[in-house]
């Protein structure tokens, strides 16, 4: 292929990823969800006082947010991104935008560098179409667009995870980028906590592989080094004073490793075989929990979870589409027997990804989950992408064969693609809204128009971490924050507002006027129960113009 042409559908392919990624870019998903809210008024009070909500400093690697602790690169990243664009829903997606376009061109330059590995002639059309056929593969791919385009630390990690590997592959133009690979690792695992596991291993695969026949003390030397530089780079990491608290919150969640149904299955099979000594070691707790996590890993690896359905969470799929567009499906199995035929060690080397991304995914009870699996986006990617670079470089026996063939393909990718941005950019948002708290920031923002400087506010409790967008969205600084008072890290006093039911007794007799706000359904029932009819009532639409919340205004 000529440079030209390769410059000009490598230029298509980014165009396409950069559409899908940032046309309203902080309008679909409607709304932040929690997680990304609270980031934001961290983000917020760093902006203006350079220390987070909590007063503790921005260069801090764990924060401790509203109590789930939360890792420092996408605060960073949104810190810088709305010091530039001003604090925003677009500013705060941006990092993770951008972080989809680099994951759709390191993508593609691992899925050239893995046909390098495995065609001696150093084919340079081969190469050059299973770059552009992964890139294309990941630029549409509804995993990568639907975190692409929403705040979650995994996405970010995942990109830096697979710049770390193509830094090993990198080493044979620059021999500096093995040693370049640990610290983009460390970026990954200050971005996502799984990936300090997920890396340790997959380096080591990746550099069994491309190390093959190196003499053995080059093999121990840039295989130790490596790890000793990550080691010392998580440091930090491990002597923060809230790293213990970090682990006990995520070790909280219900897993394969905390179930205590199974101590109790144990003992009932091994009562029902004759309780011998080798039904203690059959029925052990142990194969149990074994059983288990090859349960969640054959939900996580399923066809049906990676190309038809997806996610049930809304917030982690559309609903109607897989992972990847069905129309992929012939095309990673393609690619799967290919490599193992070609180059074996590349297949096991991409099988080992996919399966150690997993891990984090399978040991929690919920599963599938696309984002705790999004480490193994690329692995997958470039399945896909060499299957597909097979049929567009395959030796057809006639050209009208061929023209079907390569038109048919075309012509369904484009379809699936199209199906894929209806449901996405113009039904989903509507499915989703609810998933992705919507309204919360128009009820907030209405409270504050509304209120008068004085005036109380009464919240009917909906969701404890509501707070989290009156900060976002109120008149308040940083300064402000860090005088008021926390419980565990959760906000449980802001000025003039409070959160519980009152009794409408005392609200009909009182003289003050004031504010309560809630969900429709309990704000008609409470409005009811008050003997005055309110001053004014407020509807409180969402962004798809359903009325989610009411906001009365009382007193006599």
């Not at 596991?197 to 069994?208: G, H, P, S």
């Not at 393609?334 to 991304?357: C, M, P, S, Y």
């Not at 409790?461 to 008072?485: N, Q, S, V």
């Not at 704000?523 to 989610?548: C, R, S, W």
Request: charged letters at 15%; proline letters at 4%; a positive charge.
């Amino acid at each position: 292929m000529r440079k030209a042409v390769f410059i000009g559908f490598f230029s298509i392919i980014l165009i396409i990823a950069c559409l899908f990624r940032f046309v309203r870019l902080g309008h679909v998903p409607y709304s932040l969800y929690w997680d990304e809210e609270a980031m934001r008024v961290d983000v917020k009070s760093i902006l203006t006082t350079g220390n987070d909500m909590h007063n503790r400093p921005w260069k801090q690697v764990i924060y401790p947010s509203y109590g789930d602790y939360k890792l420092p690169v996408y605060i960073w990243f949104a810190t810088l991104s709305a010091k530039v664009f001003g604090i925003s829903e677009f500013s705060f997606r941006l990092p993770s935008a951008l972080a989809g376009i680099g994951t759709v061109l390191v993508g593609g330059y691992l899925a050239r560098e893995c046909i390098t590995l495995y065609e001696k002639k150093q084919h340079l059309y081969l190469r050059q179409i299973a770059q552009l056929s992964t890139m294309l593969v990941i630029a549409i791919c509804p995993w990568s667009i639907l975190f692409s385009r929403t705040g979650f630390e995994g996405h970010v990690g995942q990109f830096f995870l697979a710049l770390s590997i193509a830094c090993l592959f990198f080493v044979k133009y620059r021999k500096w980028a093995w040693y370049l690979s640990p610290f983009f690792a460390a970026v990954a695992t200050y971005s996502y906590f799984s990936v300090r596991f997920v890396w340790i291993i997959l380096f080591i695969f990746t550099a069994l592989v491309l190390l093959k026949g190196s003499p053995l003390r080059a093999v121990v030397i840039k295989m130790s080094v490596p790890l000793l530089i990550f080691a010392i780079l998580l440091l930090p990491l491990l002597r923060s004073p809230l790293y213990g608290d970090s682990n006990r919150f995520r070790l909280g969640t219900d897993s394969i490793l905390k179930n205590e149904a199974q101590g109790t299955q144990s003992n009932v099979y091994r009562e029902m075989s004759g309780d011998s000594k080798v039904d203690k070691i059959f029925y052990h707790r142990m194969w149990l929990t074994a059983r288990e996590l090859f349960t969640n890993y054959s939900k996580n690896t399923s066809l049906s979870f990676l190309f038809l359905s997806g996610d049930p969470n809304l917030r982690h799929g559309t609903g109607k589409e897989g992972l990847f567009l069905l129309v992929f499906m012939p095309f990673f199995f393609l690619g799967t027997v290919a490599l193992f035929v070609r180059k074996r060690e590349v297949f096991f080397l991409l099988v080992a990804w996919w399966l150690i991304a997993l891990l984090p995914a399978s040991v929690p009870l919920n599963t599938p989950h696309a984002l705790r699996s999004l480490n193994a986006l690329v692995p997958l990617s470039i399945f896909i992408g060499l299957g597909l670079s097979i049929l567009l470089t395959h030796e057809y026996t006639s050209k009208t064969l061929k023209f079907f063939s390569i038109f048919s393909c075309a012509f369904l990718i484009v379809f699936f693609t199209a199906k894929f941005t209806f449901d996405y950019f113009i039904l989903y948002p509507a499915n989703s809204a609810a998933s992705w708290q919507n309204g919360y920031t128009q009820l907030a923002q209405q409270l504050y128009n509304h209120k008068s400087d004085q005036e109380t506010v009464t919240i009917l409790p909906f969701d404890d971490r509501f707070y989290l967008w009156l900060m976002a969205e109120g008149p308040y600084t940083g300064k402000d924050f860090h005088t008021w008072k926390t419980q565990d890290y959760k906000f449980n006093t802001i000025p003039y507002f409070t959160f519980q039911e009152p009794d409408p007794a005392k609200i009909s007799n009182t003289s003050e006027t004031q504010l309560i706000a809630g969900q429709t359904t309990r704000m008609k029932e409470f409005v009811a129960k008050l003997k005055n009819t309110p001053k004014h009532i407020y509807e409180v639409q969402g962004d798809y113009g359903q009325t989610d919340f009411m906001i009365a205004e009382v007193g006599k």
